[in-house]
């Protein structure tokens, strides 16, 4: 398979996954996650025009064809820390989903070649911009959808708290490889 179809191959997997995912929680309750998705598509789509803009970062792909993948990646990831957040304990929550999410970011640059980092962007923005994001659609969550329209994760299993430290050594070695591979 040709570097091009292996991006394209990315792209369709990456919009129909992400697009059954937002369906499968929007259809939960669909104006309050409605509303969600709205907000979380405008303000993924500006913040990925204006970071291409600055030229943080270049995709293998055409711009347009990128945009709608990434706005609907991000407002599933939005969608999912709104839907499945658990009411306590929230940290190593946040912190599994978007260590696994950040490790398909480093697949698509390092591995894959389908986004390349520019003047000065580099993980730790990136990584930075993934808290930030989903810190702010957890407040959003919060005023426009209900505990009741939510599956909160326990948080007081032993499954949980498993899942958490093996997801913390995982990011331990991915940081002692990347740092690895830089020097």
Same mark, same amino acid.
């Given at each position: 398979?040709?570097?091009?179809?292996?991006?394209?191959?990315?792209?369709?997997?990456?919009?129909?996954?992400?697009?059954?995912?937002?369906?499968?929680?929007?259809?939960?309750?669909?104006?309050?996650?409605? @509303?969600?998705?709205?907000i979380?598509?405008?303000?993924? /789509?500006?913040?990925?025009?204006l970071?291409?803009?600055?030229?943080?970062?270049?995709?293998?792909?055409?711009?347009p064809?990128?945009?709608?993948?990434?706005? @609907?990646?991000?407002?599933?990831?939005?969608?999912?820390?709104?839907?499945?957040?658990?009411?306590?304990?929230?940290?190593?929550?946040?912190?599994?989903?978007?260590?696994?999410?950040?490790?398909?970011e480093?697949?698509?640059?390092?591995?894959?070649?389908?986004? /390349?980092?520019?003047?000065?962007?580099?993980?730790?923005? /990136?990584?930075s911009?993934y808290?930030?994001?989903?810190?702010?659609?957890?407040?959003?969550?919060?005023?426009l959808?209900?505990?009741?329209?939510?599956n909160?994760?326990?948080?007081?299993?032993?499954?949980?708290?498993?899942?958490?430290?093996? @997801?913390? @050594?995982?990011?331990?070695?991915?940081?002692?490889?990347l740092?690895?591979?830089?020097?």
């Open positions: 398979m040709s570097q091009i179809a292996l991006n394209y191959a990315i792209l369709c997997i990456a919009f129909i996954g992400n697009g059954l995912g937002c369906f499968f929680i929007i259809k939960k309750q669909v104006f309050r996650y409605g @509303i969600v998705l709205i979380s598509l405008i303000i993924t /789509s500006c913040l990925c025009l970071f291409y803009w600055m030229d943080f970062y270049r995709f293998v792909l055409p711009l064809l990128v945009l709608p993948v990434v706005a @609907i990646s991000y407002s599933f990831l939005a969608l999912f820390i709104i839907r499945f957040r658990p009411k306590r304990r929230t940290f190593p929550f946040f912190f599994i989903t978007l260590t696994l999410v950040f490790s398909i480093v697949f698509l640059k390092d591995f894959a070649g389908f986004i /390349s980092f520019k003047n000065g962007w580099d993980y730790w923005d /990136s990584y911009l808290w930030v994001f989903t810190r702010f659609f957890n407040y959003v969550g919060v005023y959808v209900p505990f009741k329209y939510r909160p994760i326990e948080s007081d299993t032993k499954v949980y708290w498993r899942l958490f430290l093996l @997801i913390v @050594i995982y990011a331990c070695l991915g940081v002692y490889i740092n690895q591979i830089w020097t």
